[in-house]
């Protein structure tokens, strides 16, 4: 059998059990008491209007006043010789010889030295007193019917209470990955209370999750052309007979490599963080948006000439530094890299747009986790990231908030 501590289920069953047992016996002994006592208080009563009879038949008649006499009852002088020698020396009052079933009234006659005594044998007066024991046998099993019934009544009540949290703790343990919403939410009670901190719990932890998961996804996609400039100019500085120059320029752009990494590294710890937790910074969104055109530029000479800036050259917005040059790094090199050709730039202190032509025979995949991460960190900072596509541009529309 479980113990109290196994279930909750079982520890409200234990407490229900004992008290239900308790209430049956102390109702059944408050019947049987009341049994007892109605039946006590019939005869006392009887045994009054008897004297009352008797004392006014005699207060007419005298001594021709016939004392009570029969099968139940019998009326004595407190002189007379037959009176029985257990209730001879009885007190004025009721009396009860409970062994033999008697009940007794000695009271006071006006004028009269001697006292009235009235002897009622119970057991010729009433039919039951022979089913006393029957009585007994029937209450009990009514008890035992009461203890049966409440035993079954007791299992159900602690069913429907435990109920609730056997199927909480099933859909915790089968939550899934999105939002959750657990049974009970709606209800005001503890149960609600329970269901609403468990549905948050979950939610902060698939949350966790998914900044975690995508965390090593992103990484691993940011990461890699840093970390092939960083190989490919180790490789060039191990030839033979490299000279200055491209030592130089090897090291550069091992440099800007290395600046890259950091940022991306601040950039995917920042979103890890929950929104809240970001620390934020004045940061000058329109040398960044000048100075990764000036990169791509670089880095495409194919689509200098194509690559067009409008707006505000100097904007300072309270944000990650890390967020906004990822922003801008990202939707620029998405513009630059998998447009065909033309690419425009507008900063307001509003939104950031950016439109590029597209082929739309080219089927590009470029596009996929760089919007990922730019979708991460627009909702992340509390932006608003827009994003349209037709048969000859694509368009990206971040206003700020």
Not at 29 to 40: G, K, M, P, R
Not at 209 to 230: G, N
Not at 377 to 391: N, V, Y
Request: glycine residues 6%.
């Amino acid at each position: 059998m479980l113990s109290p501590t196994d279930s909750f289920f079982a520890r409200i069953l234990y407490a229900l059990l004992p008290f239900m047992a308790l209430i049956t016996l102390f109702y059944s002994l408050l019947i049987w008491a009341a049994v007892i006592l109605t039946e006590d208080y019939i005869v006392s009563s009887y045994l009054n209007l008897e004297a009352q009879e008797f004392q006014a038949k005699y207060a007419q008649l005298g001594r021709a006043a016939v004392m009570p006499n029969a099968i139940y009852l019998k009326g004595y002088w407190s002189t007379d010789a037959n009176l029985p020698a257990k209730v001879r020396h009885l007190p004025v009052g009721h009396h009860e010889i409970e062994k033999e079933d008697i009940h007794v009234l000695v009271s006071e006659v006006a004028g009269v030295a001697a006292l009235l005594v009235l002897v009622m044998d119970e057991s010729s007066l009433s039919q039951t007193e022979g089913y006393r024991g029957q009585v007994f046998g029937l209450l009990c099993a009514v008890a035992g019917l009461i203890l049966i019934l409440g035993a079954i009544l007791a299992i159900a009540i602690a069913r429907a209470i435990a109920r609730p949290i056997s199927q909480l703790a099933a859909q915790v343990a089968g939550s899934p990955s999105g939002p959750p919403c657990f049974s009970g939410v709606e209800r005001k009670d503890e149960i609600g209370t329970l269901s609403r901190t468990l549905s948050s719990l979950v939610a902060q932890q698939n949350t966790a999750l998914l900044r975690e998961q995508a965390f090593t996804r992103h990484v691993s996609h940011e990461l890699r052309t840093p970390l092939s400039i960083l190989n490919n100019s180790l490789a060039i500085l191990r030839l033979p007979g490299c000279g200055a120059d491209k030592t130089t320029r090897c090291l550069q752009r091992m440099e800007g490599a290395l600046v890259g990494m950091k940022m991306t590294i601040e950039l995917f710890l920042s979103l890890a963080r929950a929104p809240h937790q970001s620390r934020h910074e004045a940061v000058d969104v329109g040398a960044i948006v000048v100075e990764q055109i000036e990169k791509y530029r670089l880095l495409y000479p194919f689509a200098a000439g194509a690559l067009v800036f409008t707006g505000t050259a100097s904007f300072t917005l309270a944000a990650s530094e890390a967020i906004v040059r990822s922003v801008v790094q990202n939707l620029l090199g998405n513009a630059a890299q998998h447009g065909a050709g033309k690419v425009r730039v507008i900063l307001t202190e509003q939104r950031l747009v950016i439109l590029n032509n597209r082929d739309e025979q080219v089927q590009s995949q470029g596009y996929g986790f760089g919007l990922e991460i730019v979708a991460r960190a627009c909702a992340h900072t509390g932006w608003q990231l827009e994003t349209a596509c037709t048969r000859h541009t694509f368009r990206a529309c971040i206003t700020f908030t």
